[in-house]
């Protein structure tokens, strides 16, 4: 018997709208030596009988703590050498797990690759792609790992790459995946960039990443500020690490201001003053012209809300 080549782990709640493409984009792979792992939160809209449908899945469903701690949870129970993560809602395009073997045969010490993206949409019986994003390049790697797109759905990791280095910090909802790639970086893990498009995300009002929804609505609001106090959390525990790498520590200051000023936009927008003094607090805390900042961030955006160049 071949020994287990991949992990591909989805955690999904109440997702039968989309579970079975999902499913059949990792059967289509091709891949004998794979196993699927879902790790359903106690779906009650149908997803456990769609899910019987296949027998080879290994299906856990439980209460958990969110999402990253479902994962944790399929990561602790794979076998296989890499772990990948699909969502539930999204797609691997064909020969995106070939293509890491390939790699991964003549770079017996990788410890992971990294491929583009793209974002689709469904209109009727119409697929359209929405976004292309190339997979990570060298000259721009901090950027990308701190806040371009990290994206790390397109990664697949040694399974021991977790023993090692850690496990995805549950504590957080939405940002788990940014600050465990944060972690391999800072670590020193470089993945293997792979030409082309090896991951597809599904574009949907319910998604928490891809909606065409903005943050004026005010359930979107809600959600970018949750997931902004995230972000600013990990942001300021690596500057106030002095394992940072400088270059690492760079990007973060950058972002930092640029986050402070979304959350305090956000929440000024939806008059939540208390999440618009965190952002005031945020901003000053490691940048004391932080409110000049803030104004000229402002200013960019009305420019841009009415039509003129931002620039």
């Not at 997979?135 to 990290?150: A, K, M, P, Y």
């Not at 394992?243 to 760079?250: C, G, I, L, S, V």
Request: hydrophobic share 40%.
């Amino acid at each position: 018997m071949l020994p287990v080549a991949f992990s591909i782990i989805t955690p999904c709640l109440n997702a039968r709208t989309f579970i079975a493409e999902a499913i059949e984009s990792v059967l289509a792979q091709q891949i004998p030596n794979a196993e699927h792992i879902i790790m359903d939160g106690g779906s009650t809209d149908g997803t456990l009988e769609i899910l019987r449908e296949y027998p080879h899945l290994i299906v856990v469903s439980e209460p958990d703590n969110g999402m990253y701690d479902a994962i944790n949870k399929g990561i602790k129970i794979s076998r296989g050498e890499w772990i990948g993560l699909l969502n539930a809602d999204d797609l691997y395009p064909a020969g995106s797990l070939k293509q890491t073997l390939e790699v991964a045969a003549n770079n017996p010490q990788m410890q992971a690759v990294n491929g583009g993206f793209a974002v689709f949409e469904d209109n009727g019986k119409e697929r359209k792609i929405v976004r292309v994003s190339p997979s990570i390049d060298n000259d721009e790697f901090w950027f990308r790992i701190v806040r371009g797109s990290t994206a790390p759905n397109t990664w697949f990791i040694r399974r021991s790459t977790f023993g090692s280095l850690g496990y995805f910090d549950s504590r957080y909802r939405y940002a788990a995946d940014r600050e465990m790639i944060m972690r391999l970086a800072r670590a020193g893990l470089r993945p293997i960039s792979l030409p082309g498009v090896n991951y597809y995300f599904r574009q949907h009002e319910a998604s928490a990443t891809f909606s065409k929804q903005d943050s004026r609505n005010r359930e979107r609001g809600e959600i970018r500020i949750k997931i902004i106090l995230e972000a600013l959390a990990i942001k300021e525990d690596y500057l106030e690490d002095k394992n940072t790498p400088d270059e690492m520590r760079k990007e973060i200051f950058a972002s930092h201001s640029l986050a402070s000023y979304k959350l305090a936009a956000t929440a000024l927008y939806h008059r939540k003053w208390i999440q618009f003094l965190d952002g005031i607090r945020h901003g000053c805390r490691y940048n004391v012209l932080w409110p000049a900042t803030f104004l000229v961030y402002l200013t960019r955006r009305l420019k841009k809300e009415a039509g003129f160049d931002a620039e």
